[in-house]
């Protein structure tokens, strides 16, 4: 049985409840918000089943074919791409970053840089988020076991400790890291909030299914159920998340990702 579907006749009563007595050009504003809104529900309601056809082995042709459009063009849509990230929908991605997700990304170039990497790959993010202990991101993975120390640790690891001098140049997102933006996105909308955080962001580290990140992730014992419950646990009682995490600070003496 196909699930029910919001009709016009709903959209319009939903409009009018919010502006009964209102004038009718802000009833107009509102209905098209309402109208990107639901344009951006579906297009992350295909994303998520391409992204699903692609784990079961679908090729990108395959998909074109049933969407009714070329291979080209269905890579072109759902590959997502800095350009696109700045620019898709109404408003691009960065307009609803929420501060901690901006200083993540910041704290993950610079992550890179001291590793002396030419890119920006999903490690990089995860180091990012914890860069910042005080924040609930971090206290989340923290209560999974992965604290900011214990990431840092696994991280280095894989890739390296930071370098005495970090390179200045440029580094762009791997696919990967846009795949795991491009599912914090999809994590918010989920959750029914409106700017995507460091909290979404780090579950996308886990939904795209694949990377260092992801891997780190899994071997410490992270899983998606886990980590979003223990967002919401440290969302609702940040005071006591902040108070039960005072054990896993860095380790004194230790440089900082970037600072190095």
Request: charged share 25%; aromatic share 4%; glycine share 10%.
């Amino acid at each position: 049985m196909m699930p029910s579907s919001p009709t016009l006749e709903s959209l319009i009563a939903q409009v009018r409840s919010g502006l009964e007595n209102g004038p009718a050009l802000d009833r107009l504003t509102l209905a098209v918000g309402l109208a990107n809104r639901l344009g951006e529900l579906g297009e992350n309601l295909i994303g998520y089943y391409v992204d699903e056809a692609r784990r079961d082995g679908a090729s990108w042709a395959e998909i074109g074919t049933r969407l009714g459009v070329s291979r080209q063009a269905v890579q072109k849509r759902f590959i997502p791409s800095e350009a696109g990230m700045r620019g898709r929908g109404q408003e691009g991605f960065w307009d609803r970053a929420s501060a901690d997700l901006k200083t993540a990304v910041k704290l993950a170039r610079e992550a890179a840089q001291a590793r002396r990497k030419t890119y920006l790959g999903t490690e990089h993010l995860l180091l990012g988020l914890a860069g910042q202990p005080d924040q609930t991101t971090a206290q989340a993975l923290a209560r999974c076991g992965a604290d900011p120390v214990t990431i840092r640790g696994a991280i280095d690891g894989r890739v390296g400790a930071p370098q005495s001098e970090p390179l200045p140049d440029e580094t762009p997102f791997t696919r990967l890291a846009l795949r795991a933006l491009q599912h914090a996105l999809r994590e918010a909308l989920l959750m029914n909030q409106a700017n995507v955080g460091s909290e979404h962001l780090a579950l996308g580290l886990l939904t795209i299914g694949e990377g260092i990140a992801h891997d780190v992730l899994i071997n410490l014992g992270v899983s998606y159920e886990r980590l979003r419950e223990a967002v919401k646990e440290v969302t609702a009682d940040p005071a006591a998340a902040a108070q039960s995490e005072q054990s896993v600070q860095p380790a004194p003496g230790r440089p900082e990702d970037g600072q190095s």
